[in-house]
């Protein structure tokens, strides 16, 4: 079956949507599908990628702009030279602008939500209201919806009364060779440092996790910081500021690749003291990797860890601080939770079982 993808960035930057839409479509395509991703990208070109069809378009416009415009060029394009695909899935609501059309062309629509995007602090009070206007807008002209949590699934049902399927997103398993030098380049040793891996954003608190780092007085271990936000300087500043307080907290800037998986799996514990999450890949990226994991209480992250988490109270420096000592006291009892969170990662979480959800509910639609 052909299916087209339409949404995110440049496939190769992985970020969230980038990263579901890559393993989706590799894991679609080695199980006999047809997939064909369009993704906004700073050309125009068409690509294999592990077998299946990647559409580039030049972004034009501003943010939210060129993912509508995005939508428009994608279907369009789909319309005329994939003819005989049937399903069309939409990440997100921009760039759904343009499903219509493809509706009228008698295709299926499916709407993706990869996490309550209007949640987020980095926006201004009417930026919120009209992306959630927006959402709401969507969520309700929409048949087929999922949702790559249940938090998320859950929203939609109470608060716009339509009924949406959960489709985590999931990790691929480790495979504990790793090419990567990054321990030496940044001095440190196996289960030497605790690890937070994502973007410098608000929303998930490293500052507050630097702020409990330093105020703990731990010695011995490193807080290493790993990831990079562009967009806003200020804050990353302000991060280094309170960095600069502790020479035991290191930034290592964003990492990919070796060094990212050598960074999850010889940290001391995994920290994610976030306020807002979709469903956290760097979280059962760790998992899988059976590192203790630290996180804030947050519906998301439980759906994540279940009942194997040391959990924390977001924005709350005094908890992190308790916790933090609390893993370094009590590490040897918390040992028993690294096989416990890869067991989680390997029965809901992994791509080949994802991918299967996926195909059983195209099934279901194209079935109807």
């Known amino acids: 079956m052909k299916i087209i993808f339409i949404g995110g960035r440049d496939i190769h930057q992985l970020g969230g949507i980038e990263s579901y839409m890559y393993n989706l479509a ?38 939210y702009l060129c993912k509508i415009l995005l939508s428009y060029q994608s279907t369009l394009y789909a319309l005329l030279k994939e003819r005989d695909a049937l399903l ?31 949640k987020r602090t980095k926006y201004t009070f009417w930026q919120q209201k009209i992306m959630k206007f927006m959402e709401w807008l969507t969520v309700k002209s929409m048949k087929n919806i999922t949702a790559v949590s249940q938090e998320q699934t859950d929203f939609f049902l109470t608060q716009y009364g339509k009924k949406c399927v959960t489709i985590p997103t999931a990790v691929n398993l480790p495979t504990e060779i790793y090419e990567s030098n990054i321990l030496e380049k940044f001095s440190l040793e196996v289960e030497g440092y605790y690890l937070y891996l994502g973007r410098l954003v608000q929303d998930k608190n490293p500052d ?39 020479p035991n907290v290191i930034f290592t800037g964003a990492v990919y690749g070796d060094d990212k998986e050598m960074l999850l ?68 009892d918390l040992e028993i939770q690294k096989e416990s969170n890869y067991k989680r990662v390997v029965d809901n979480f992994t791509w080949g079982r994802v991918s299967d959800l996926y195909i059983k509910y195209m099934k279901n639609l194209t079935d109807a």
């Open 26 to 63: 590799t894991c679609l395509k080695n199980k006999g599908h047809e997939p064909v991703v369009f993704c906004e990208s700073n050309r125009n070109e068409v690509e294999y990628v592990n077998g299946f069809k990647v559409v580039h378009n030049k972004s034009i416009g501003g943010r």
């Open 88 to 118: 069309y899935h939409y990440n997100a609501w921009p760039p759904t602008m343009a499903s219509w059309l493809a509706a009228i062309f008698g295709k299926i629509i499916i709407y993706q939500s990869h996490g309550l995007e209007w």
């Open 208 to 246: 507050y996790l630097i702020k409990a780092f330093n105020k703990s007085g731990i010695e011995g271990k490193k807080l290493v910081i790993a990831g990079s936000n562009d967009a806003d300087l200020q804050y990353v500043k302000y991060l280094h500021e309170l960095g600069a307080q502790n």
């Open 265 to 332: 799996s010889k940290c001391f514990a995994f920290c994610l003291p976030s306020t807002l999450e979709g469903l956290p890949i760097t979280l059962l990226e760790a998992m899988s990797h059976k590192r203790i994991c630290l996180a804030s209480d947050i519906p998301a992250n439980k759906e994540a860890l279940g009942d194997n988490g040391v959990w924390v109270k977001y924005e709350d420096v005094d908890d992190l601080c308790d916790k933090l000592l609390h893993i370094l006291k009590n590490h040897k």
